[in-house]
Each structure stands twice: as C-alpha cells, then as structure tokens.
T-cell receptor, first 111, second 115 residues
C-alpha cells in the first residue's frame, strides 16, 4: 500500500539557518512525489514535485528536494530559512488516481 | 480565476444533524477529492472521483457520502454528524489524477465543529 512518513512533527530553526524536512514513502513503482506548504488558515500550495529525470528538484521560495530511490526518501531543503517560511509542510505521493499525504511537519522560525 | 470553491467556510452542527459541504471547480478537471485535516494527522482522503458519475472510497469514508453528477461539482454529505467529524475539510481537484505529475488544486477549506 502507498504511504508517506514524515518523522518530524515539529522543527524549530533560527532565521538564516539551513533546513531539512524528512519524507519517506512506500510505493511499488516509480513514484510521483510532491511537497506542499500550508500557511496558517490557508489551503495547500505546491512547492515542488518529482516525476522523473534529475533527482534534485528546484521549487518555489528557494526550496529544493532530492529524490533518493535507494532510501525511499524525498527530503526538502532550504539553505537559509526566512521568518515567512513558518508553516506546515506536507509530503505526498501520487498513486493510482489518488494522492496520499504524510502527517506534516510544523516549522517554527526563531528571530 | 475561481479555481476550487468550497462553501461554507465555517459551520457548527449539533450531534445528529446532517449537512452538505459544497465544492465546485471551474477548471474542467475530471479528478476531485475530499480530505479531512486533523492536528498531527495530516490529510486523510475521504472520497474521490475520477469523473462524473464515478466515485470511490478513500482512507476514512465512514460517516460520509458523495455524489458526482457533473464535472464541476463534488458535494460531501454528512448524514448523522458526530463529534469525531469535527475537522477541517478540503476539497481538491486535478486534471489527471495521482498517477501523473499533475498537482492538486485546493479549496480554502471548511472548518466544521460538531457539538
């Protein structure tokens, strides 16, 4: 069965520090992988996606993610976090017809 | 561009009441989805549809019903509201579904409280 695991429920970083949010997936075939961000009281916005080719994917707002098939991972990274990045981040896998989401990681940014 | 529109934005129900959450999209997407979001649980798929007249259960369908009579509309019905259905509900659509690289387009959500 398709599943997504985000092991970190909460992460706190200082503004300007680097960030890595972890995502592990379970899927039988080549997965379609997504990262979404949800600001407080808002819907979800796509940050980036992977479907084939280069395993390092660039997204909006300076985010990038690396697909590692051997580790079944799709971790999200940002070199320097801004206070406006405080939000909840969701990893998702696209399976047959459906999209399955992880439980999310809530990011807090310290000034 | 309206995109995906959900109504209402907020609602309080009494236990045992029924209601319909409305969702409509103007992008001619075949695939539509209902998710519920609970703190620490992420988004759980309730029901989805791959086209008018075709619906299927997701991860947490109990207590809900859906219909898809047109491409544009995908209402979610709660027949006998229970406190466990207190949640934020999101409707989403996609042009080609989860087995592709197409993203989901989300509505702004409905916050439902059952008391």
């Amino acid at each position: 069965a398709q599943s997504v695991t985000q092991p970190d429920i909460h992460i706190t970083v200082s503004e300007g520090a680097s960030l890595e949010l972890r995502c592990n997936y379970s899927y039988g075939a080549t997965p379609y992988l997504f990262w979404y961000v949800q600001s407080p009281g808002q819907g979800l916005q796509l940050l980036l996606k992977y479907f084939s080719g280069d395993t390092l994917v660039q997204g909006i707002k300076g985010f990038e993610a690396e697909f590692k098939r051997s580790q079944s991972s799709f971790n999200l990274r940002k070199p320097s976090v801004h206070w406006s990045d405080a939000a909840e981040y969701f990893c998702a896998v696209g399976g047959t017809y459906k999209y399955i989401f992880g439980t999310g990681t809530r990011l807090k940014v310290l000034a | 561009n309206a995109g995906v529109t959900q109504t209402p934005k907020f609602r309080i129900l009494k236990i045992g009441q029924s209601m319909t959450l409305q969702c409509t999209q103007d992008m001619n997407h075949n695939y539509m989805y209902w998710y519920r979001q609970d703190p620490g649980m992420g988004l759980k798929l309730i029901y989805y549809s791959v086209g008018a007249g075709i619906t299927d259960k997701g991860e947490v369908p109990n207590g809900y019903n859906v219909s898809r009579s047109t491409t544009e509309d995908f209402p979610l019905r709660l027949e006998l509201a229970a406190p466990s259905q207190t949640s934020v509900y999101f409707c989403a659509s996609s042009p080609a579904g989860g087995g592709t690289a197409e993203k989901l387009f989300f509505g702004s959500g409905t916050q439902l409280s059952v008391l």
